[in-house]
């Protein structure tokens, strides 16, 4: 079994790597110096040469910067899978969550020791109650999750872009203002040795947020409840659990995740949020999820993977002018070719019985 999810993981991710390197020998270019130029941009491998307080290290905490809002990320979209939901709304949540920590914190004069945690707590109970919402509509009307989310996802950009132009937009940047350095989630220009580098907090958070959902779902009645009601409805019904209840409280779980993703983005790996614009973390983690074959470890892997593809692309379009578009490309067809897993599944069984 284990064998088998390795395969139905792995194929997926050499399957658009060929492709990538495909398209980019079309363009003219060496696929594998391309490779790894992501690799240099992440800080995984080396650069020829370094700006000043800058090195391998400095490039890698970038990266873990990075790495944080979509391990969050992920962990909403996988938890709402759990449930049989696909929450599509993670970067309306992630938007929602970081613009009112912003308003009522970022822009106050609180010290860090307060600051930072209620920057927390506020992402993560706004997202909560957007995901709350889409559960209970879900449970009360049978409004499809997918359709409520997307809606929201916009009703939230406009609200939230309409607020920053009118009430805190920075004139020059045109985006909202830049937060406290109290309020935000990422040390940043910390001087350690010869090196200035960017210290993700958040990235302790994710590490505590994926132990406590594996806890949650190999451990806990909750977590046995939230997986029956995604296998089967009427099995779970049968069973005595209570679909709708289970249903909104994996949404709220969901949400809350998302928002914790928006706080880490917005307020730790950024200071502002552009205005009229929806992070592409929150559906890159619709790939990580899949790729992740829906575990908390797996999303690990597959969110480093995803974000190596994503935090590399500048640099590999720099060192060899390959379009950073290429980069967006690669985790499309790995999105694609996840989506085939069941097919794969069903493929490797019906191999496994003619062998028999």
């Known amino acids: 079994m284990k064998k088998e999810k390795i395969i139905i993981t792995v194929f997926p991710i050499?399957?658009?790597?060929?492709?990538?390197?495909?398209?980019?020998?079309?363009?003219?270019?060496?696929?594998?110096?391309?490779?790894?130029?992501l690799l240099q941009g992440s800080g995984l491998a080396p650069k020829a040469s370094y700006a000043g307080h800058k090195g391998m290290i400095t490039d890698f905490t970038s990266f873990l910067n990075a790495l944080t809002p979509m391990l969050f990320a992920a962990l909403a979209v996988l938890i709402a899978l759990k449930a049989g939901l696909f929450n599509i709304g993670v970067s309306g949540q992630m938007l929602a969550g970081a613009f009112l920590s912003t308003v009522l914190i970022g822009y106050s004069s609180l010290n860090g020791v307060i600051a930072k945690p209620l920057v927390v707590i506020i992402g993560f109970v706004t997202g909560a109650l957007l995901g709350a919402l889409v559960g209970y509509l879900k449970h009360?009307?049978?409004?499809?999750?997918?359709?409520?989310?997307?809606?929201?996802?916009?009703?939230?950009?406009?609200?939230?872009s309409f607020c920053i132009n009118s009430f805190c937009v920075d004139p020059i940047s045109?985006?909202?203002?830049?937060?406290?350095?109290?309020?935000?989630?990422?040390?940043?220009?910390?001087?350690?040795?010869?090196?200035?580098?960017?210290?993700p907090l958040g990235i302790l958070l994710a590490a505590v947020g994926i132990a406590v959902t594996?806890?949650?779902?190999?451990?806990?009645?909750?977590?046995?409840?939230?997986?029956?009601?995604?296998?089967s409805l009427k099995a779970a019904e049968y069973a005595g659990i209570r679909v709708g209840r289970t249903r909104i409280i994996a949404m709220v779980l969901s949400g809350g995740f998302a928002g914790l993703a928006g706080v880490t983005y917005y307020l730790g790996y950024f200071a502002s949020i552009q205005p009229r614009t929806l992070a592409s973390t929150g559906f890159d983690a619709i790939a990580v999820a899949l790729l992740g074959n829906s575990s908390p470890i797996g999303i690990i892997f597959s969110s480093f993977l995803i974000t190596v593809i994503s935090k590399g692309s500048t640099y590999m379009s720099s060192a060899s002018g390959v379009q950073p578009e290429i980069a967006s490309?690669?985790?499309?067809?790995?999105?694609?070719?996840s989506a085939c897993s069941a097919f794969l599944k069903y493929k490797l069984d019906r191999w496994k019985e003619e062998r028999r």
Not at 14 to 35: R, W
Request: one cysteine or more.
């Open 14 to 37: 050499l399957l658009s790597l060929i492709a990538g390197a495909i398209v980019i020998g079309c363009l003219g270019k060496n696929p594998f110096y391309a490779y790894y130029n």
């Open 140 to 160: 009360k009307f049978n409004i499809n999750e997918v359709v409520s989310t997307i809606m929201l996802n916009y009703i939230i950009q406009y609200i939230v």
């Open 174 to 199: 045109r985006q909202s203002k830049s937060v406290s350095a109290a309020s935000r989630l990422t040390l940043v220009d910390t001087v350690i040795g010869d090196y200035k580098m960017d210290i």
């Open 214 to 231: 594996a806890f949650l779902f190999q451990k806990t009645t909750l977590g046995f409840e939230i997986k029956a009601v995604g296998s």
């Open 329 to 337: 490309a690669i985790t499309g067809v790995i999105l694609l070719f």
